[in-house]
Antibody, heavy 125, light 107 residues
């Protein structure tokens, strides 16, 4: 059974960098069949796509966040990571990692068939 | 970027009801549409992809239809466990975009 688990600090100060890791178990992140990505949800609000990565390292970022986002993959640890720089209170959200079937993507745009449980990151001094 | 809208934003229904949720894209997205169910404090769960393909393990009372700009999610006989918020998502072009959600609660 595939499982994704987010980990990282739950509190980040304004202007600092948010860093999260997603550990994948029950499946290989090196599979050519999937992208792996991040999606966030501010408290009480809707879902926003952040970006995704292929095991080879190729990435897609949401243009609205592109200047601040870096997603990387560590195949040896079966993990991928998110860094979001210069955070403000507007970046407070539950951050989810997810898996995206590669064969059904359109130009890097995909749906998500497995999700982590999510982790709340609060930006506050 | 493609924008997604949903209607209604919320409504009340009873167990056993047939319910329909509508999703509209700001431009044509062929059949590149997914539906998710989210319960409070939980991650979204994929119900349907490619507008009408049921994800493995999802009950057959859920169905999806539509193409182009207009889509619907139908629950044929609402069960107690179906009270949740439902989101549509386009994956025709980058970036993928979600609708604002439709909350279904108990009448």
């Amino acid at each position: 059974q595939l499982q994704l688990q987010e980990s990282g600090p739950g509190l980040v100060k304004p202007s600092e960098t948010l860093s999260l890791t997603c550990t994948v178990s029950g499946g290989s992140i090196s599979s050519s069949s999937y992208y792996w990505g991040w999606i966030r949800q501010p408290p009480g609000k809707g879902l926003e796509w952040i970006g995704s990565i292929y095991y080879s390292g190729s990435t897609y970022y949401n243009p609205s966040l592109k200047s601040r986002v870096t997603i990387s993959v560590d195949t040896s640890k079966n993990q991928f990571s998110l860094k979001l720089s210069s955070v403000t209170a507007a970046d407070t959200a539950v951050y989810y990692c997810a898996r995206h079937p590669h064969w059904d993507c359109s130009g890097g745009s995909c749906y998500s068939d497995y999700w982590g449980q999510g982790t709340l990151v609060t930006v506050s001094s | 970027a493609i924008r997604m809208t949903q209607s209604p934003s919320s409504f009340s229904a009873s167990t056993g009801d047939r319910v329909t949720i509508t999703c509209r894209a700001s431009q044509g997205i062929s059949s590149y549409l997914a539906w998710y169910q989210q319960k409070p404090g939980k991650a979204p769960k994929l119900l349907i992809y490619a507008a009408s393909t049921l994800q493995s393990g999802v009950p057959s009372r859920f169905s999806g239809s539509g193409s182009g700009t207009d889509f619907t999610l139908t629950i044929s006989c609402l069960q107690s466990e179906d009270f949740a918020t439902y989101y549509c998502q386009q994956y025709y072009s980058y970036p993928p975009a979600f609708g604002p959600g439709t909350k279904v609660d108990i009448k």
